[in-house]
């Protein structure tokens, strides 16, 4: 098979058999809406932790504590959209 250059050969086979990729995104937006509709914000925080938890298990030098090597990036995130620090 024929690989664009850095391309993987998976992506290029998987690009190879969606015909129409505008229809799988539409269907991920619509499944992402239809599944996050429910979630509140301490479920989401909840996965996200778990998420961490088992990268550190992957990569050991990933981060100790997920929200110390947050707030950096929330207080950039803060700033670009003009929201006051937190206290």
């Not at 509140?40 to 961490?52: C, G, N, P, T």
């Amino acid at each position: 098979m024929d690989c664009p250059v850095g391309m993987p050969v998976v992506a290029a086979y998987i690009a190879d058999m969606i015909q129409q990729p505008e229809r799988l995104a539409e269907f991920e937006r619509e499944y992402k809406r239809q599944t996050l509709r429910t979630l509140s914000y301490h479920d989401a925080l909840a996965i996200f932790e778990s998420l961490w938890v088992e990268a550190r298990q992957l990569n050991p030098d990933f981060g100790e504590d997920w929200r110390r090597d947050l707030k950096p990036d929330l207080a950039v995130a803060r700033a670009v959209n003009g929201l006051p620090p937190t206290p």
